[in-house]
């Protein structure tokens, strides 16, 4: 494998922990906007509240290194998209804005009139940027941001790009609804494990049938990518998605599925490596290969070091986040718990 290659399969993993990681707050944010009134909403609200808080900003350090690789190792990728599809772009970046703010400043406003205005931004964001974000990634597996290729709705607003951008939606969906039934466990609240976990096969029974339309949509509108799909590399990871959504629903359908967390991932991590095998050796089909895209060897280089300090560095750290976070070590603090730490207040039992 040449450097630009290793480079390339990195972009396409931090770009599968991206949809993994965002994609679960992403679908955390789609049931709060679908959790109903002020009273009928308030509990799944609460874990939704509590399940994200210690995590939802280190989720867009995969965004900001996927960025950095673009524009550093692949800068012709990097220019063509954001030429070709600077509106869905541009709208994913400001729902990502709006969604932070609203999620940030939702809860410690006091009037409910400002709870709802943040709480409907938070929520209203979290359905609207993953669906750009999954058009614009149509527009580049059918092939339409080609070099050279002039802004317009075509390029994103095209049968492949519809159907991947609703199935972005269902898959962030997917997996907030199976991460929020874990956290339910977690936080002791019975009645939001079922509720939950239902919403968890329902977004995963319509996961598989958009999967299955955007499956045939590809073959006479993405012919290059239906190929890889269904050959080599890209095959056997889509048959592992699908061995994985069946395991998760086999999970969901028991009492306490304790793995349903690792499925899930599967699930959307294998879908998202079999695009990027798929296009293999472009990286929009078929008019830029990975040789084409890449920078000067020199910042190939520069890169690759860069990247394997950040591994170092950076990764255990993360790993331990998310490890602490799954097992409810990163618990907030109540006022009963500041009150007992307080000057004059002794902790119980002392």
Not at 233 to 249: E, F, R
Not at 329 to 345: F, H, I, V, W
Request: proline share 5%; charged share 15%.
């Amino acid at each position: 494998m040449t450097l630009a290659g290793l480079i390339a399969l990195v972009l396409l993993i931090a770009v599968a922990a991206y949809a993994c990681a965002g994609g679960t707050d992403y679908g955390a944010g789609f049931w709060d906007l679908f959790a109903g009134g002020a009273e009928r909403g308030k509990r799944p609200r609460w874990l939704i509240d509590h399940a994200m808080a210690p995590v939802w900003e280190v989720n867009n350090v995969w965004l900001i290194f996927i960025l950095v690789i673009m524009w550093t190792g692949f800068p012709v990728l990097f220019q063509t998209l954001f030429a070709a599809m600077w509106l869905p772009l541009a709208l994913a970046a400001v729902g990502m804005v709006l969604r932070g703010a609203g999620f940030a400043l939702r809860k410690p406003m006091r009037r409910v009139a400002g709870r709802r205005l943040y709480g409907a931004l938070f929520a209203i964001a979290s359905l609207l940027t993953p669906f750009f974000l999954g058009a614009a990634v149509g527009g580049i597996a059918s092939g339409r941001a080609a070099p050279g290729t002039l802004p317009s709705a075509e390029v994103w607003a095209n049968p492949t790009s519809v159907f991947f951008g609703l199935l972005t939606i269902t898959a962030t969906a997917f997996l907030g609804a199976v991460f929020l039934s874990r956290d339910a466990e977690r936080f002791d609240a019975p009645d939001l494990v079922g509720y939950f976990r239902r919403r968890a096969l329902g977004s995963l029974a319509v996961v598989v049938l958009l999967g299955v339309a955007a499956f045939l949509v590809v073959r006479g509108d993405a012919p290059h990518l239906w190929h890889g799909l269904t050959h080599g590399v890209g095959l056997a990871l889509v048959v592992v998605a699908v061995v994985c959504v069946l395991a998760t629903a086999w999970l969901l359908l028991r009492s306490r599925g304790a793995w349903t967390r690792t499925t899930a991932i599967g699930t959307v991590a294998a879908a998202v490596l079999a695009w990027g095998f798929a296009q293999r050796p472009y990286l929009i089909p078929p008019s830029l290969t990975v040789r084409e895209a890449a920078g000067d060897p020199t910042s190939l280089t520069w890169l690759a070091f860069v990247t394997l300090v950040a591994v170092i560095l950076v990764g255990p750290a993360l790993v331990l986040l998310y490890w602490l976070d799954t097992h409810g070590e990163l618990e907030s603090l109540t006022d009963a718990d500041l009150r007992r730490g307080a000057p004059g207040n002794p902790a119980e039992g002392e």
